[in-house]
């Protein structure tokens, strides 16, 4: 995301720059005809008549506010305002509507695809469902910003002959702008919280407190190996550091670290520019963003590590109006309205370095996995739909055999692999080369078979990591019965 390209000539040029003679024949180029036939351009011994003429007429006078107020808040107040530091995460406009959606698409489970096996209709025409996650967000930032002048505001503002008239309004724009900015940057930070009310952050525990001035180097390099730690831990996909538990991975040049000013000024921010792969040459955004630490609204937060997607932030509308008070003719209000849609994405990952309790993941690994021993799988008629369980295969056919895994603490394990390897168990004579078992379970019966007897096994695959060296037990087999004479002639091994 490009940071706002302004340039030295915009920094540099005060408003200051228009005298009240430039200012008033700037409004009077730009007004209706009827203005401009009315209202005298503005020099040094005109600049009277031009105020007179100007009070003259409520309907003159509007046409002066509206102007003046283009002039001054569209070309110049925007380099006078404060700027919301993290305005710079805002996302393009979105002028009609009301309703922004934001949706993640998991990703589709894997099928093991076996060149033997027969894939018909429920294969090819049944429904693959992906899982889809949506958020939704509607504008909740619609405020309006009012600031009142009156004529003697006015004609005090003609009689500076400098830049009495740009001061003065410039100034009670100014206010508005910045009063929008100061709200949206509030309105922002307390996303934060929000984040956690929906519990994605995934937080670390650190022992030390950078925001006290008088922490030592050693919690500094401390806090800088966790964060470039987990920097590199975030380019994996997981569900587990999101608050929508949706699968999701972060490059380096998308992280971003908000802290307060206290923790950056620990931090040694050479060694944070390699964490985030940045260069001098780079047109990124400042990625170490600092918030005062009570801005958080959390206690203990020493840092925020997560993307520059983390906040939804949408302009709608800016737009300065402004009405002419019915009651007091002599007042004229000015209205600053502020639309944006304000969210926080609950599909980006989020790492909360604090001094609360560490996130924990309690796994409890599978011991002791083995397989059972094979059985038929029932079979489900292709045109009746009977259900059947075969008892034997016939030379030249197939039967399908499946085989679960026990554990032996099924309790307390956190899940259990189901994944096992058939395997032809040794018989009376050498299996037809046409005989095999399938990687999932399909015994197909050569029709040359000798034996009247296929034994298969099964293996559990589950590899312990305690002890990879020992092999899994290999089960009792499953004994099929062969039938069938076979093609005679096909092979001498026949009976």
């Known amino acids: ?179 929008a900015e100061v709200d949206l940057f509030e309105s922002m930070c307390s996303l934060f919280v929000e984040y956690a009310r929906m519990g994605g952050y995934w937080r670390v525990h650190m022992d030390a407190d950078l925001n006290d001035m008088g922490s030592t180097e050693t919690n500094a390099r401390d806090m800088l190996r966790q964060i470039r730690a987990w920097a590199d831990n975030l380019k994996f996909v997981t569900t587990k550091y999101n608050a929508r538990h949706m699968p999701i991975a972060a490059q380096p040049d998308e992280l971003v670290l908000f802290c307060s000013p206290e923790v950056k000024s620990a931090l040694d921010v050479q060694g944070l520019a390699t964490v985030f792969q940045r260069t001098d040459a780079e047109p990124t955004v400042d990625r170490i963003i600092t918030i005062p630490a009570d801005r958080f609204g959390m206690d203990g937060v020493q840092a925020i590590l997560t993307t520059d997607k983390f906040f939804v932030a949408i302009p709608q509308l800016r737009e300065m109006t402004t009405q002419t008070n019915p009651v007091n003719i002599n007042s004229v209000n000015h209205y600053l309205h502020v639309w944006e ?46 259900e059947t369980t075969p008892t034997k295969v016939s030379r030249g056919d197939i039967v399908q055999v499946v085989a679960d895994t026990t554990i032996t603490n099924d309790n307390a394990a956190t899940w259990r692999s189901n994944a096992v390897r058939y395997e032809l168990a040794p018989s009376a004579k050498p299996y037809s080369e046409w005989t095999y078992v399938t990687p999932t379970g399909m015994v197909v019966c050569g029709l040359d078979e000798p034996n009247t007897t296929i034994k298969v096994t099964a293996t559990a695959d589950y590899v312990d990591p305690a002890t990879p060296e020992i092999s899994n037990s290999v089960s009792a087999s499953l004994d099929i019965p062969v039938e069938g004479a076979g093609v005679i002639g096909f092979s001498p091994s026949l009976p």
């Not at 030295?8 to 730009?30: A, C, G, K, M």
């Not at 959606?101 to 693959?128: C, H, S, T």
């Not at 005090?156 to 009495?164: D, I, L, P, Q």
């Open 1 to 179: 995301m490009p940071a706002p390209n302004i340039t030295n000539e915009q920094r540099v040029r005060p408003i200051s720059e228009f005298t009240n003679n430039q200012l008033l024949n700037i409004i009077r180029n730009n007004a209706a005809p009827e203005y401009q036939k009315r209202i005298p351009a503005a020099t040094q011994s005109s600049i009277h008549d031009v105020m007179n003429g100007i009070m003259s007429s409520t309907s003159l006078k509007n046409e002066f506010y509206n102007q003046l107020v283009n002039v001054i808040g569209q070309q110049y107040v925007n380099t006078w305002r404060w700027n919301n530091p993290l305005k710079v995460f805002e996302r393009a406009s979105m002028e009609y509507g009301d309703t922004y959606e934001e949706i993640a698409v998991g990703m589709p489970m894997a099928q093991v695809y076996d060149p033997q096996a027969e894939y018909l209709g429920a294969d090819n025409f049944r429904k693959w469902k992906v899982p889809v996650d949506a958020l939704y967000y509607r504008p909740d930032f619609q405020h309006f910003y009012p600031v009142t002048t009156d004529d003697k505001m006015l004609r005090r503002a003609f009689y500076n002959e400098s830049s009495g008239l740009s001061t003065l309004f410039s100034q009670l724009i100014t206010s508005c702008y910045n009063a």
């Open 341 to 386: 849609i304000l969210g926080v994405s609950g599909f980006q990952p989020a790492i909360l370095f604090w001094n609360g309790d560490g996130s924990t993941e309690k796994v409890t690994l599978p011991a002791g996995t083995a397989a059972g021993t094979p059985r038929f799988e029932i079979k489900l008629g292709t045109y009746e739909g009977q």
